[in-house]
């Protein structure tokens, strides 16, 4: 099993920036397939975007409101992986989870076995 913490939201301007990071332990991380979800209230657990196992080069898939904004990116020898988000927007404010799985790389939250407890971002207008 993998235990995940996710750290580095807060309050922003819209237009600012944020990176968030999620820090695993129990595991090498880089064994994992690891997601981005939000969640606001009222709303499904949407995905944001994920990233292939590590060791090689870094694939990743964003859902369309964030490509171009939002880079995931793995830094192995520190088992964690990032979230850059850029020219953000009061529509992304939520509790980012991050997630992890051994064997699939999906784009719903019931693909992944292991999660953070969230870090909230919120963008002001």
């Known amino acids: 099993q993998v235990q995940l913490v996710e750290s580095g939201g807060g309050l922003v301007q819209a237009g600012g920036s944020l990176r968030l990071s999620c820090a695993a332990s129990?595991?090498?991380?880089?064994?994992?397939?690891v997601g981005w979800f939000r969640q606001s209230p009222g709303k499904e657990r949407e995905f944001v975007g994920n990233?292939?196992?590590?060791?090689?080069?870094?694939?990743?898939y964003y859902t369309d409101s964030v490509k171009g904004r939002f880079t995931i990116s793995r830094d192995d020898a520190k088992n964690t992986v990032l979230l850059q988000m850029n020219s953000l927007k009061p529509e992304d404010t939520a509790i980012y989870y991050c997630?992890?799985?051994?064997?699939?790389?999906?784009?719903?939250?019931?693909?992944?076995?292991?999660w953070g407890q969230g870090t909230q971002v919120t963008v002001s207008l």
């Open positions: 129990g595991r090498t991380f880089s064994n994992y397939v």
């Open positions: 990233i292939n196992r590590g060791g090689g080069i870094g694939i990743t």
């Open positions: 997630a992890a799985d051994r064997t699939r790389r999906g784009t719903v939250a019931s693909s992944y076995d292991y």
